[in-house]
């Protein structure tokens, strides 16, 4: 099926695909069992995602270090955190989707539009991820910061898919949950859409500007 706007859609994972990430890591902290005290101390070693753009989490998402030494700096904040990042569940790797935005991807993948999922994401996440929507067909690639070396919101992660995919800004839309990824998308001259905790809005303005249905 032809669509007569936009041609490619690069779209986020966690909090955009997937329920907020905020309740990602409460429902695998519940599932591993955590005590209000370890959830506490687990919370504080992940408050230098937010506020630390050198944290370990950050040199994780571009491979800097492995996976087994942000697990093993996890578990020495909180005895048993690293399992958050696990290739098991209920890791945050198995965080559940939001079913309106999978109908979207599935409504999608019976179009010419290409879909790539675009994630700022740890190693241990490739495989799980290709699994769930690479060879679902729900989305045609995937661009994981940690085998790429470069993560949102660097202007040089974006750049780098318009080239991989040979991708004309100006017919490609960025879907994600980070108002902050998104004005850099839109500085390259991208079309944007947010991604809130209900996600109804942001999926039916989709549905318009990719004009399918």
């Given amino acids: 099926m032809k669509t007569d706007g936009y041609e490619a859609i690069i779209i986020d994972w966690a909090g955009t695909i997937t329920v907020p990430l905020l309740d990602v890591v409460m429902h695998s902290a519940n599932e591993l069992g955590f005590t209000g005290d370890d959830l506490a101390k687990a919370f504080a070693g992940l408050a230098g995602y937010m506020s630390d753009p050198e944290s370990i989490f950050h040199q994780a998402e571009v491979g800097h270090i492995s996976d087994d030494e942000l697990r093993a700096h996890m578990d020495e904040i909180a005895e048993g955190a690293g399992q958050l990042f696990d290739a098991d569940p209920p890791s945050i790797f198995f965080a559940a989707d939001r079913p309106e935005v999978i109908e979207l991807l599935e409504e999608l993948a019976e179009t010419d539009t290409l879909v790539v999922l675009a994630t700022n994401n740890f190693a241990t996440a ?20 940690a085998l790429v070396g470069l993560r949102k919101p660097d202007p040089a992660y974006y750049e780098l898919i318009l080239e991989t995919f040979e991708l004309d800004p100006s017919t490609t839309l960025v879907i994600d949950d980070s108002t902050t990824n998104l004005d850099v998308a839109r500085d390259l001259e991208m079309g944007t859409v947010l991604v809130g905790a209900d996600s109804a809005a942001a999926v039916a303005e989709i549905r318009r500007l990719v004009a399918y249905a």
């Fill in 126 to 145: 490739q495989d799980i991820l290709a699994t769930r929507y690479l060879e679902s067909g729900l989305v045609q690639a995937i661009v994981n910061s």
